[in-house]
């Protein structure tokens, strides 16, 4: 129930093109789910995060859409570019457990030019 | 502003020894949390520190612990090392509210021999 499911393993998408990695839950206590970007031999940075009270949360390329009912969310990249290739990872949280993130297993994004 | 700061960068240990990593926060984070990412695993939550105190705990052997300074800095400590504690270790920091985002360092890399 602590699962946090991410798909696909791995995506390659045309420049130019929208990259989507989605992502399911089942713990519906889960309030707060971030998207992290993590390039090589880098920490993961936080892209976007949205909360259930919204279904979409978009900042410049990135959109987020978020499904209540079907406990999933998902991350569009529009226009991808070459320096979008990297890996993605879903991850949720609860309440004060914010800072206790469950991360999905990770999306590696590859952008063709 | 100064990003989360992970030292050392590598670290290669011995079966058996025992291993402190170190972290520093961003300035007037009073929050710090770390992470093991493995190939196999993904990103699992160790342990959360707040104000010196374990807030949040994850799933992992007593062999894993960690503490937190007055100055918000924190380590964490493995002992009796396993080749399966071989991992990149991240610390991130946040101001420790629900939602705070958190903020990685570039982590550990600890290998087990």
């Known amino acids: 129930q602590q699962q946090v499911k991410q798909s696909p393993q791995s995506l390659i998408v045309q420049k130019g093109g929208i990259s989507i990695i989605n992502c399911a839950y089942e713990?519906?206590?889960?309030?707060?789910f971030p998207w992290y970007q993590q390039f090589p031999g880098k920490g993961p940075a936080l892209l976007i995060a949205?909360?259930?009270d919204v279904s979409e949360k978009k900042e410049g390329r990135f959109t987020i859409s978020f499904n209540k009912s079907a406990k999933q969310f998902s991350l569009h990249i529009m226009d991808s570019q070459p320096g979008d290739s990297a890996t993605y990872f879903c991850a949720a949280s609860w309440g004060q457990g914010a800072q206790k993130l469950v991360f999905g297993q990770g999306t590696r994004l590859t952008i063709n030019p | 502003k100064a990003g989360v700061t992970q030292t050392p960068r590598y670290l290669i240990k011995t079966r058996g020894q025992q291993v402190t990593l170190s972290c520093s926060p961003i300035s007037g984070h009073r929050s710090v949390s770390w992470y093991q990412q493995t190939p196999g695993q993904g990103l699992q939550f160790l342990f959360e520190?707040?104000?010196?105190?374990?807030?949040n705990k994850g799933n992992f052997p007593g062999r894993f612990s960690g503490r937190q300074f007055s100055n918000s800095r924190s380590e964490m400590n493995v002992s009796t090392l396993e080749l399966g504690d071989s991992a990149l270790y991240l610390c991130?920091?946040?101001?420790?509210?629900?939602?705070?985002?958190?903020?990685f360092g570039n982590g550990t890399r600890l290998t087990v021999t």
């Open positions: 713990n519906t206590a889960f309030d707060y």
């Open positions: 991130a920091s946040s101001r420790g509210q629900g939602g705070s985002p958190l903020h």
């Open positions: 520190y707040f104000s010196e105190t374990q807030r």
């Open positions: 949205i909360r259930p």
